[in-house]
């Protein structure tokens, strides 16, 4: 049941040959079993999660259910979901219980998924390796050792030890695709504006999209059915049309042009990454499509951008932490000042407090021209590159990441190291297009590699097609984690 | 541009986050990387490019002016530190 896709499960469900309550337990009882080792999940609600499982077998027996209809979704801590412990992996939300429900938990819960549980992430979302939560690093399930990546590392580390079938990230630079590749796991992140920020925690804006984390690209496509659509309260939703995502799956691939941008195969790729990159480039020839050389020219920019960009827009979001509405407040304070500074100081971890300094540095009068405006002109060179790219291919890949997943407190005293570990990832977000990984095989230790796919802009049922097409000839991503 | 200790301590105070004195060097250290890393983007000529603030270039929707919030204090005061008769409780601003 454990390794059943979300298609198979739902015929399951639909038939009564299993009920959502069944599954559902099966799923509480393996995270009993496994989250103290992994510390995937931040919190479990039995009650709240058979309630809802109850619900959807009656939702099943009246003949109204859906295609995700009693299925356990587990879900990244950044979204709001009402009733339920909401922390974002920070001591600053460590007591908030959320009256409101995010619009990605709206439509689960109007498809009638469960809600599993609560996952682990990087605090607001800002770190690759899962190591700045303050509920705990999570484990790389197949090596205990590895970071599982972030910031959706607790999803992904779910996902791939088979605790839940399949989970939500979101992914601001790259937090869907690294822990996705680093845990042999599928991710995609849509377009911006497809998946509402209603509810999301907000890190920064014109970033942040929400996505699916799960076994397989024909599984992303069920998720993404109920997690994409307009939404009024999200000033940056798009309003198009309701897509089926899984509607181009069966395509065949002959003619597919993809476009291997040179800067992504460069010194600081790793040779064992490379060399699964290219064995997955073979395959996708045998299954007819063409490799195009392209450039990215701009592609060595993206890192600085972003670490302009991202921290100006964090400052600006977490100036809401105050200790007055919601979240942590300091115990002892003088006055009012002492009071935001203290609950400010004593309630985000380090990254965060070095991210929102960096971030009002660079918005403060006198730097916002050579800095945040600098940035923003930067960023529509690194948009360019792609829309030229795109006139050359269909599709764009590389490796998600340079290197496998590395060792727990290998890069998190030198932040700057680590935030080359998304060298591949951040342009993506700039432009604001969809991506994702897919398992690609293992690198010298053993490790999960993941090929990264990006797609022109509202193309996520194609993308989801050439990932299922390779995933019909290849079983990378029915491999599990063994031992743990 | 390099930084100094007055600048982070003038950075934190704009963040409101109180950084004690012995946190002031580290943070010095930390944030000069950061700037450091990000220097690359002052090399490139960005004369006459528009900023984009946006992956796509959407219009903010305007809508009728009609309230459409319910009123739901209780349950967002509910995971407030303080508060008393609906109000939030802060330190007294004024003497």
Redesign the interface.
């Known amino acids: 049941m454990i390794n059943t896709s979300l298609k198979e499960l739902s015929a399951q469900l639909a038939s009564k040959k299993i009920s959502s309550v069944e599954l559902t337990q099966t799923f509480l009882d393996r995270i009993k079993g496994l989250n103290p080792k992994l510390n995937a999940f931040i919190t479990i609600d039995e009650n709240k999660s058979l309630a809802q499982a109850k619900a959807a077998d009656a939702l099943i027996a009246s003949g109204e259910a859906g295609p995700l209809t009693g299925i356990p979704v587990a879900q990244k801590d950044i979204f709001c979901a009402e009733g339920w412990l909401s922390t974002c992996g920070s001591k600053m939300l460590h007591?908030?219980?959320?009256?409101?429900d995010a619009h990605v938990i709206e439509q689960f819960n109007r498809s009638g998924a469960v809600n599993l549980g609560k996952t682990n992430m990087d605090e607001f979302a800002m770190g690759s390796s899962n190591e700045t939560s303050y509920y705990g690093k999570v484990k790389n399930p197949w090596d205990l050792d590895a970071v599982p990546g972030g910031s959706s590392g607790g999803s992904a580390a779910a996902v791939a030890a088979r605790l839940c079938p399949a989970a939500t990230g979101t992914d601001t630079g790259g937090s869907i695709r690294q822990p996705a590749a680093l845990n042999g796991i599928t991710g995609i992140k849509p377009?911006?504006?497809v998946v509402s920020r209603y509810g999301m925690i907000a890190f920064a804006s014109?970033l942040d999209q929400g996505g699916p984390m799960a076994k397989s690209a024909e599984d992303c496509a069920l998720l993404l059915n109920v997690m994409a659509g307009f939404d009024?309260r999200d000033?940056?939703s798009?309003e198009r049309e309701k897509e089926d995502y899984g509607r181009d799956l069966e395509q065949p691939l002959k003619g597919l042009r993809i476009g291997l941008p040179k800067e992504y195969f460069a010194a600081g790729l790793s040779a064992d990454v490379a060399q699964a990159i290219e064995a997955a480039l073979t395959e996708y020839r045998k299954l007819g499509a063409q490799t195009v050389d392209i450039s990215l020219p701009?592609s060595?920019?993206a890192?600085?951008?972003y670490?302009?960009l991202a921290p100006a827009e964090a400052?600006s979001n977490l100036?809401r932490f105050?200790?007055?509405?919601?979240?942590?407040?300091a115990p002892e304070?003088?006055?009012?000042?002492?009071?935001?500074?203290?609950s400010?100081?004593q309630g985000?971890g380090a990254e965060v407090?070095?991210r929102?300094?960096?971030g009002?540095?660079v918005l403060?009068a006198g730097?916002y021209d050579?800095?945040y405006?600098?940035?923003?002109?930067?960023?529509?060179?690194i948009?360019q590159d792609f829309t030229n790219a795109f006139a050359q291919c269909d599709m764009i890949m590389g490796p998600t990441s340079p290197t496998t997943a590395f060792n727990l407190g290998e890069k998190s005293d030198d932040?700057?190291s680590m935030?080359l570990s998304d060298i591949y990832t951040i342009a993506v977000n700039?432009?604001?297009?969809p991506g994702m990984s897919v398992p690609a095989g293992f690198g010298a230790n053993g490790r999960p590699v993941g090929l990264q796919i990006i797609g022109n802009?509202f193309s996520e049922a194609k993308m989801l097609n050439v990932a299922h097409q390779y995933q019909l000839a290849t079983d990378w991503h029915t491999r599990v984690p063994q031992g743990i | 541009m390099s930084l100094n200790l007055a600048d982070v301590k003038r950075i934190a105070h704009l963040a409101r986050i109180a950084v004690e004195e012995d946190e002031m060097p580290g943070y010095l250290q930390q944030l000069s990387n950061i700037l450091n890393l990000v220097e690359e983007m002052q090399a490139v000529d960005t004369a006459g490019i528009e900023p984009m603030a946006h992956a796509q270039d959407v219009v903010l929707r305007l809508r009728n002016d009609v309230a459409t919030e319910i009123d739901r204090h209780a349950a967002y005061q509910a995971v407030a530190p303080q508060v008393e008769a609906g109000l939030y409780l802060v330190p007294k601003v004024i003497e």
């Open positions: 007591n908030f219980v959320s009256p409101y377009t911006y504006g014109s009024a000033s940056t798009l701009n060595k920019l890192v600085p951008v670490y302009v400052s100036a105050d200790g007055v509405r919601y979240g942590y407040r304070y003088t006055d009012l000042a002492d009071m935001y500074g203290k400010r100081a985000f407090k070095r929102i300094m960096i009002t540095y403060s730097y050579a800095y405006l600098k940035a923003q002109k930067l960023r529509r060179l948009a932040p700057v935030y700039l432009a604001g297009l802009y």
